[in-house]
């Protein structure tokens, strides 16, 4: 069997891992909000309508931030439709959808507060101007005294939501957008708006589209609005190709953290010559097993079956494996978004009746939520040529853990055996695996879950165990090393 051998030192730290690397993604886009989120119709809907079981499920994720409303949605939103006694319906073109705006922004900012999350708002700067960002600040932020800040007033929401945080409309490098631009005309117009907000509000925090894909697109947009920016943006889609075998598949993280790097390096060539830090937002991840097929056939309706994907045991590792690589590279990517929440391409489902279902990409990210926390370690390692373990370590030195996540690619099981020295006793640890990989959880059942992984921990500190094959796997240690100094 393989050998990989660990060995950590907490004087080797790639950095403290952000906490919003745990963060959702609500867009208008079939039924993630109608029907997900928000459904007054529903045995389970609370007094906004909104569904209690998805809010609970969604809570146990820890979803630190969320972005809304869109994606590509976005591209045609006018924010103003939804809020107000009348509410405007209206095409969505992006995903061919009749969009009713019973819930719009302020439902959201109430769903918010309750699922404990903060907003990460996109702003529609593709077809919208400069004073309409103005408009949208105005009506979230300011007091009073203002047309927009009073509406929100009217409205029934007398204070300020504070919002912080704003996404310069979305990858309007694509083809696919609404609006789509040539990097120095996307990059001009992003300087503008982007002037505007640090105008109102000097503290935001503001995410100009990037692409993981095109550092040409990174390099031409920094240079035109860099100095207003705080990060810059990238969206990956994860997706079993047909010609690719498993491990071919698995192998996508590889491939986006090559991406990811070069992206990490358009930053840090801005900030060489700049001198301002610019931080990566992973701010959509996606597992989707690829297709923009829009429906021009059918009617125009709202709350369709979209992008209703069933996750196996392979996009868990993927989910797994890609938390480990926003840990090892945590001095970077500060944010990221896993697209989406609820039934489109999502951890959740639900079904009209009531019921909701945990996907098999659910627990890796309720485990990494909850305990990859701290400062990401850097491991020497050795028996890995071949790739086949993918993983981090987050050593929490307030909580005195060490949590090792641990993906095994190979479909033989892996030794694995690490050395920490201060580790004293094994706290948990688990394992996801599945003999069928074709298998998937559904409302007759949650098949693919956790379970205890046998492990040992031996009085020099040194930990053992088996990682079946095709498993992603969790392993946390009660350490005693010293508090940060
Ligand atoms: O998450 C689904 C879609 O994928 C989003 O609308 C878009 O931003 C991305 O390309």
Redesign the pocket.
């Known amino acids: 069997m393989q050998t990989i051998i660990w060995i950590l030192n907490s004087e080797r730290q790639i950095g403290e891992v952000s906490r919003d690397v745990y963060g959702g993604?609500v867009?208008h886009?079939g039924r993630n909000v109608y029907g997900g989120v928000y459904d007054p119709a529903s045995a389970t809907a609370d007094e906004d309508g909104f569904r209690r079981d998805v809010l609970d499920l969604i809570r146990r994720l820890d979803m630190p931030i969320t972005r809304y409303p869109?994606?590509?949605?976005v591209d045609t939103c006018c924010w103003e439709d939804g809020v107000g006694p009348v509410r405007k319906a209206k095409l969505d073109p992006?995903w061919h959808q009749l969009e009713p705006n019973t819930f719009g922004l302020d439902e959201f900012m109430r769903w918010a507060d309750k699922a404990n999350t903060r907003p990460l708002i996109t702003i529609n700067i593709g077809n919208r101007s400069v004073i309409d960002t103005q408009n949208l600040y105005e009506y979230c932020n300011f007091p009073r005294g203002t047309y927009w800040s009073d509406m929100r007033r009217a409205n029934g929401h007398e204070e300020p939501y504070h919002i912080r945080e704003w996404c310069l409309g979305?990858?309007l490098y694509?083809s696919?957008e609404v609006g789509q631009m040539s990097a120095a005309d996307y990059g001009r117009l992003a300087r503008e708006h982007a002037k505007l907000l640090k105008k109102l509000d000097p503290e935001c925090r503001l995410i100009v589209c990037g692409t993981p894909d095109d550092q040409e697109w990174n390099r031409t947009v920094l240079d035109f609005c860099g100095e207003y920016i705080d990060k810059l943006s990238l969206?990956d889609?994860f997706f079993h190709a047909p010609e690719q075998d498993e491990r071919g598949y698995l192998n996508s993280v590889d491939r986006f953290e090559k991406k990811l790097t070069e992206s990490i390096g358009s930053c840090h060539a801005f900030e060489a010559v700049h001198g301002r830090r610019i931080a990566v937002s992973v701010d959509?991840w996606?597992i989707?097993d690829f297709d923009r097929r829009m429906r021009p056939e059918e009617e125009w309706t709202s709350g369709m079956h979209l992008?209703e994907q069933d996750y196996t045991i392979l996009e868990a590792l993927i989910a797994g494996s890609l938390f480990s690589c926003f840990h090892r590279h945590a001095d970077t990517v500060d944010l990221a978004c896993l697209?989406?929440s609820v039934n489109v391409?999502a951890p959740i489902r639900t079904e009209p009746d009531g019921t909701s279902w945990r996907q098999s990409i659910y627990f890796p990210f309720e485990l990494t939520s909850r305990y990859g926390r701290g400062l990401s370690l850097e491991p020497e390692e050795t028996g890995n040529e071949d790739g086949s373990l993918y993983g981090s370590a987050v050593l929490n030195r307030e909580a005195g853990e060490l949590t090792l996540f641990l993906t095994n690619r190979g479909s033989e099981p892996l030794d694995f055996q690490m050395e920490f020295g201060g580790s004293r006793r094994l706290l948990e640890s688990l394992t996801m695996n599945h003999a069928d990989h074709s298998a998937v959880n559904s409302p007759r059942g949650e098949i693919l879950q956790p379970e205890p992984l046998a492990a040992a921990l031996d009085d020099a500190g040194n930990l053992r165990t088996q990682l079946p094959g095709i498993s992603w796997n969790m392993l946390r240690i009660k350490t005693d090393v010293p508090e940060a100094r």
């Open positions: 993604f867009e886009l869109g994606g590509c949605y992006a979305n990858e694509g696919w969206h889609v959509e996606i989707w992008l697209a989406q391409i």
